[in-house]
């Protein structure tokens, strides 16, 4: 943390990367708090590429009504190559100065951070990060903007595909999003009571899988969902389905991919809650002095963790007591 306190008047808040429900609320309070504190906002669009072009305008408290309800980003979000270079960001730190920001807040990934960090240290900006990812694969923070929401939105999917497959002794593989994390399909796993669940973070056999299925089937059940990110070593769920679907004739096996539908939708009370702390505090924090960090969320505390040590390390997030009890749960 460099704690060097520094008038600051006005404020750039962007979204950046990979979008998730509930960054509308980060910025609505980024905004809403900064405006309280009598700094002027400036809103940037995509991300680091609205630095680059220049795509930037003058925010008030009316800009963020009734955004709160809103999936997406107002802002718009970008992946900017030019922002990787020393070019780019110079061309990104001559506008922002022009434009009178004197410190930033940055809504988004692991990218986003380390965009942050390299920027922030380069031209001795102050810039704090909020975590905004449906993946949940953030250090410094227990949950990002976006994972309750996405959560939600697979457990509704999977009470959907449990009606049809029930209805039809169906064998269902369903693939949700974390290339690298498995929260959302251990979370949504057990929250729609799934047969198996297969994740980036753990090593499970295809024998495994079809013994934990296997089971299934001996116990009469009409249906058996499995639950497979997109990371999961088999491969995807259409891999996965491949190989496990001649050991099961009575079932009639059936692949659904969920993809995109899980970045979007009206966030829940949980993720605007969190947004809005976040949101509220990042500023909050950069007006103390604080900078170079990312807000987080530790048991019901919103804390801060200097980037550079957020950015050096991987925490395990998940939960191997769920684990277990996913376990326990398919009988
Ligand atoms: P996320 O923030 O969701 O992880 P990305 O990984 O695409 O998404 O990162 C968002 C943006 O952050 C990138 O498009 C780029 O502009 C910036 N960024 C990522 N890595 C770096 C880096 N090493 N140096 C500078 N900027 C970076």
Redesign the pocket.
Same mark, same amino acid.
Not at 78 to 81: D, E, K, T, V
Not at 108 to 115: A, E, I, Y
């Given at each position: 943390m460099i704690n060097r306190v520094r008038e600051i008047t006005r404020i750039g808040v962007f979204t950046?990367? =990979?979008d998730s429900p509930g960054m509308n609320a980060a910025i609505r309070a980024a905004v809403r708090t900064a405006i309280y504190k009598g700094k002027k906002v400036t809103g940037i669009y995509h +991300?680091?590429?609205g630095m680059i072009d220049n795509s930037m305008f003058d925010m008030d408290s009316p800009s963020v009504s009734s955004i709160i309800q809103q999936g997406g980003t107002i802002l718009k979000t970008? #992946?900017?190559?030019e *922002?990787?270079t020393v070019e780019g #960001?110079a061309k990104a730190y001559e506008n922002v100065k022009a434009a009178g920001i004197d410190a930033l807040v940055a809504i +988004? =990934?692991? =990218? /986003? *951070? /380390? +965009?942050a960090e390299?920027?922030s240290r380069e031209y001795d900006i102050p810039m704090m990060c909020i975590p905004g /990812?449906i993946d949940n694969d953030l250090n410094g923070t227990d949950l990002t903007i976006g994972y309750d929401t996405a959560n939600n939105t697979v457990i509704e999917a999977i009470d959907k595909i449990r009606d049809t497959a029930a209805s039809h002794n169906r064998l269902f593989f369903v693939e949700v999003m974390g290339r690298d994390s498995g929260c959302i399909a251990l979370n949504a796993g057990i929250a729609g009571g799934a047969e198996a669940i297969l994740l980036p973070e753990k090593d499970t056999a295809i024998e495994e899988l079809i013994d934990m299925l296997s089971q299934g089937a001996d116990s009469n059940k009409s249906s058996m969902i499995v639950i497979v990110a997109e990371g999961d070593k088999n491969g995807g769920a259409t891999d996965v389905a491949k190989r496990v679907k001649e050991k099961f004739d009575n079932f009639d096996t059936k692949v659904s991919i969920l993809g995109h539908l899980q970045r979007g939708g009206s966030p829940s009370s949980a993720d605007r809650v969190l947004a809005t702390r976040m949101g509220y505090y990042a500023v909050n924090e950069l007006l103390k002095g604080n900078s170079r960090a990312t807000v987080g969320i530790r048991g019901s505390e919103i804390v801060t963790t200097p980037l550079e040590e957020a950015l050096s390390k991987k925490e395990l997030k998940l939960n191997e007591d769920l684990v277990e009890i996913a376990k326990i749960m398919a009988i």
């Open positions: 950046s990367g =990979g +991300g680091y590429q970008a #992946r900017c190559m *922002f990787k #960001r +988004g =990934g692991d =990218g /986003t *951070f /380390t +965009g390299i920027f /990812t």
